[in-house]
Each structure stands twice: as structure tokens, then as C-alpha cells.
């Protein structure tokens, strides 16, 4: 991970970094390679030789906003969520499975996906 204080010196590290993994035989994945900002409204991403690198404003899943408010990962969670239950109603709404079966079906993947991030 490279971390800087502004696109320019964020590009200048970039290109740094990847001519430091051409001298040792390797090479930087621009596929891979992803560019997060915190702003949305600041404008072009990083360019390595001739490539922009993909921008994104996402880590980990959780939506990341310039003032750090949840706003919109507290909106997009329940969504998630939701849809993580609808995709179980299978087994949650099978007479033949076990009430144990569905309870443990609950706290092991629709709880997490609801509270994910929610620290």
C-alpha cells in the first residue's frame, strides 16, 4: 500500500515503486492495481505508463465519504443483508431442516453481514 497527501505525490510514488519492481525482474499488475481516494469529486486517477490505474472509494467493503460519516454504509448494510437472507430462504424455510440447522444458519452468515462494520 502506498498512502500519500495528494494525487501528484501519490503518482510520483507509483511510478517509483514500479520502476523499483522493474529492476528486480518483476512488474506492477496495473489490472490489479486499484487507486482509492476519499474525495468523489476530484477528478482523474493515477496514470502508470500510459494506463490509469482503477479508481475506487471502497475498502473492505464499507463505503468510504470525505467528512467520515456512515450514512451511506448504514443505508447499503440492511440492503446486504437482505439480500444475504433472501438467498438462504432455502433453508430457512424448509419444513424437513432442524430449527437448530436454521438458528445456526442465522448466526453464521445473515448476523455478520448485518453487523459488518458496525464497530
Not at 16 to 38: A, D, P
Not at 66 to 86: F, I, Y
Not at 105 to 115: D, E, F, K, Q
Request: charged fraction near 30%; charge should be positive; glycine fraction near 6%.
Amino acid at each position: 500500500m502506498l498512502a500519500a497527501e495528494n494525487k501528484f505525490d501519490l503518482q510520483s510514488l507509483t511510478q517509483e515503486w514500479s520502476n523499483q519492481l522493474v529492476q528486480h525482474g518483476l512488474r506492477l499488475n496495473l489490472k490489479k492495481t486499484e487507486c482509492m481516494t476519499s474525495d468523489r469529486h476530484e477528478m482523474g486517477t493515477i496514470n502508470i505508463k500510459g494506463e490509469d490505474l482503477t479508481r475506487v472509494c471502497k475498502y473492505l467493503g464499507s463505503t468510504i465519504t470525505v467528512d467520515g460519516r456512515l450514512t451511506e454504509e448504514l443505508d447499503t448494510r440492511p440492503q446486504v443483508a437482505w439480500m444475504k437472507r433472501r438467498t438462504s430462504t432455502v433453508v430457512a424455510c424448509d419444513r424437513r431442516m432442524k430449527d437448530n440447522l436454521k438458528s445456526k444458519s442465522y448466526r453464521t452468515v445473515i448476523r455478520p453481514v448485518t453487523l459488518y462494520g458496525c464497530e
